[in-house]
């Protein structure tokens, strides 16, 4: 429901920015049918249109319906709540005197509302109170600033299988006709399924986006950053007690575009880089307790043209079955994978680490796809692949972390075979410690780990068909068929 009042709200803010002074009021209302009319083709889980309009010369009035697929959005068979539609009340004020927010000057002023029908055999609100709330306005230079809130909720009574409580969000953001900002919040966050429980402390998300709102609305690859961090994370089951916990968690994200030019034809294309960074200050998964987590990824050169039809794609298919979308991605690759596998596309772990009690570890790595200039006879050609995938990763573990890891695989490998039942408790830690040992000498001795006093280190590349493992090489054909 959130993330739908923000985006619907963002059809009326799309609407409204391009108004000029002398016909804020006829050209706000053609904008709002095309907004309205955009997110609707676009968005494949909401329906979307303008139920009425009525505008005056101060003022305009209007009532956009909104419908969301329950089952699409959620993924699952929600039977009699397969759609949900709701109506969402947008009053304006022409400038450019206005006053409904209080005095000032500017092209224009709105309030977008929803009551909630539509909405009360799924969520519980305080019923003095809106359900959603955006309110905004227009300087005279055609900037905007906006703020939002959605009220306290829960689910109804007559949801049995999911209860959830969500505490009151607020946002507010701003828009110079080039850049879009937004910020929010939410103090907690409570989700309880079957036996699992699931609780989320201090939410705020905040982010830039440098593109139009017809591109935000579309879902369209743009260049932009933002942060989504939250103080507390705790999932817990009823049967087996706390199964993770997070504490100052943060994903950050950054989104760009560059040129680049063809040296054959000089010809330009655009080229796309993601980032995502996840960390967390604390992260216990099953009792074993790491700090100053940290996970870095990257994945850059990627075909702008490309990914543009992988999101069409995904959009047509939404709601389609497993085995079309995945022969729809397949027609996709196979029609335009040439110009996606020329880019040189890459994915990279550039950081990946964090201390145990037991020590410390880093590793990183990266895989691309280099020199390709025509697509092979068939996907699952292993010669054209080995030819031109490159990979490389290194890390480096403190020797009591490796050991630890070990001795923990040896346990649960002899647990699950079977074989725990010959021995004591005593017995079997033993025993996994000398076994854990033994393995470790035999990958230091065979060179797939190298001792560096305090850690071991690891270090694998491949490139030009070639294996190389902590600086010895080997035929990478030869080196598959050992292995």
Do not use: C
């Not at 993330?3 to 904008?31: C, F, H, M, R």
């Not at 199964?243 to 950054?254: F, P």
Request: proline share 2%; glycine share 8%.
């Amino acid at each position: 429901m959130s993330k739908k009042g923000i985006v619907i709200g963002a059809v009326v803010i799309a609407g409204v920015l391009t108004a000029t002074p002398y016909i804020v009021g006829s050209q706000t209302e053609g904008n709002i049918y095309k907004q309205v009319a955009h997110f609707d083709q676009s968005q494949p889980v909401y329906q979307a249109k303008v139920l009425s309009y009525e505008r005056n010369w101060l003022s305009s009035n209007a009532v956009i319906e909104v419908g969301v697929d329950m089952q699409a959005l959620a993924g699952v068979d929600t039977s009699e709540l397969q759609w949900l539609t709701t109506e969402l009340d947008l009053s304006l004020q022409h400038g450019p005197v206005l006053t409904d927010q209080g005095l000032s000057l500017g092209l224009l002023s709105w309030q977008l509302s929803n009551d909630g029908a539509g909405f009360a055999d799924v969520l519980d609100w305080n019923k003095d109170q809106l359900l959603y709330l955006q309110q905004g306005s227009v300087n005279l230079l055609g900037n905007a600033n906006y703020q939002d809130v959605l009220a306290a909720l829960r689910n109804a009574a007559g949801l049995k299988d999911l209860q959830f409580e969500l505490a009151e969000y607020r946002g507010h953001g701003t828009y110079d006709g080039e850049t879009l900002t937004y910020q929010g919040g939410v103090a907690d966050f409570r989700l309880q399924a079957d036996s699992m429980q699931v609780a989320v402390d201090n939410v705020q998300v905040e982010g830039a986006a440098e593109a139009s709102f017809a591109a935000v609305l579309a879902g369209d690859f743009y260049a932009g950053e933002g942060r989504v961090a939250a103080e507390s994370l705790a999932v817990t089951d009823a049967r087996v007690g706390e199964v993770l916990v997070a504490e100052a968690m943060t994903m950050d994200y950054l989104t760009a575009l560059e040129q680049k030019a063809e040296a054959t034809d000089g010809s330009v294309s655009e080229l796309a880089r993601m980032v995502i960074n996840f960390g967390a200050d604390t992260l216990r998964v099953n009792a074993i307790e790491a700090k100053d987590i940290t996970l870095h990824t990257m994945m850059s050169h990627l075909d702008k043209a490309f990914i543009d039809r992988y999101l069409d794609t995904l959009r047509d298919t939404a709601n389609a079955e497993p085995e079309q979308i995945g022969e729809a991605l397949a027609t996709l690759f196979e029609q335009h994978g040439l110009a996606f596998l020329k880019a040189n596309p890459e994915f990279a772990i550039t950081e990946f680490s964090g201390s145990l009690p037991q020590g410390a570890f880093n590793a990183n790595a990266a895989v691309s796809v280099n020199g390709v200039t025509a697509m092979p006879t068939s996907m699952e050609d292993d010669a054209f692949w080995r030819e031109h995938i490159r990979m490389h990763s290194d890390a480096t573990v403190a020797k009591p972390l490796m050991q630890w890891a070990m001795q923990s695989y040896v346990h649960t490998s002899l647990m699950s075979s079977g074989q725990a039942q010959n021995y004591t408790q005593e017995q079997l830690t033993q025993l996994a410690a000398q076994q854990a040992a033994l393995m470790t000498q035999t990958f230091v001795q065979q060179g797939l780990l190298e001792d560096a006093g305090d850690s071991y280190k690891f270090n694998f590349s491949v490139a030009d068909d070639t294996l190389t493992l902590n600086g010895q090489e080997s035929p990478l054909g030869q080196a598959l068929g050992a292995m």
